[in-house]
């Protein structure tokens, strides 16, 4: 299987050529997944003249397969837990495993949001047109607690918007948006890096340079919707 894009910023352009037909109403934000989804976000963004914020979710791995998401947990006030209860049961999993676990990765976010957002305040979302963005999705469990807890936040459109993921995922995550946008589905899916020619792992140093590379609105700019 040869690979489908370059690299995040090509993927990236083609995902904002799409989301332009959409002709969403305003106002528009962009909420990206650290770190992979940050690039990306950043490039459609900018594309859009919209602001670019962070959507912060953790997967929580199966005690044996780290890599295949047992659940997720999505930082907030409170913080948003969907866990996968068929592969958990199938699979013999302790609730106690998920509960150690759900800790663990909520420190995490805890010090990625200090590192990446320096106290900046979240983009409001209420009566927005959000697009919730990614680098590809595989079994879909973190980006379902992810779309759950923006949708808490009230947007008037939720999209989700990303360059690659299975058919079957897209079709149980159509319950929790207003739209997909996904330039491929291929088929078998196996892995997402799969689908890049160049997929390194995005640091902190990107996430932050992604960031500073949008404008911040001022607060008159976003959140409520002009007369």
């Not at 020619?197 to 919707?225: I, K, M, Y």
Request: with cysteine.
């Amino acid at each position: 299987m040869s690979p489908r894009f370059t690299d995040r910023s090509e993927a990236a352009h083609l995902l904002a050529e799409r989301l332009r037909l959409l002709l969403l109403p305003p106002p528009l934000v962009v909420l990206a997944l650290p770190r992979g989804g940050v690039p990306i976000g950043a490039i459609v963004a900018r594309a859009l003249g919209a602001p670019l914020d962070l959507l912060m979710v953790r997967k929580i791995g199966m005690p044996w397969q780290p890599e295949l998401a047992l659940a997720a947990v999505v930082d907030g006030d409170p913080p948003e837990l969907v866990v996968d209860e068929a592969l958990r049961r199938g699979a013999g999993v302790h609730p106690d495993y998920i509960a150690f676990q759900q800790t663990k990765e909520l420190h995490e976010l805890a010090r990625r949001r200090a590192a990446y957002l320096h106290g900046r305040q979240p983009v409001p979302l209420a009566g927005c047109s959000v697009i919730v963005v990614d680098d590809g999705i595989a079994t879909g469990t973190t980006m379902r607690a992810a779309l759950q807890a923006v949708r808490r936040r009230a947007p008037q459109r939720l999209v989700l918007a990303v360059p690659v993921a299975p058919s079957d995922t897209l079709a149980a995550l159509h319950a929790e948006v207003d739209q997909i946008v996904c330039l491929a589905q291929p088929t078998p899916f196996e892995a997402v890096g799969l689908h890049y020619r160049d997929f390194h792992q995005v640091s902190d140093e990107e996430v932050v340079a992604a960031l500073d590379s949008v404008a911040v609105p001022a607060p008159h700019e976003n959140g409520t919707r002009r007369p």
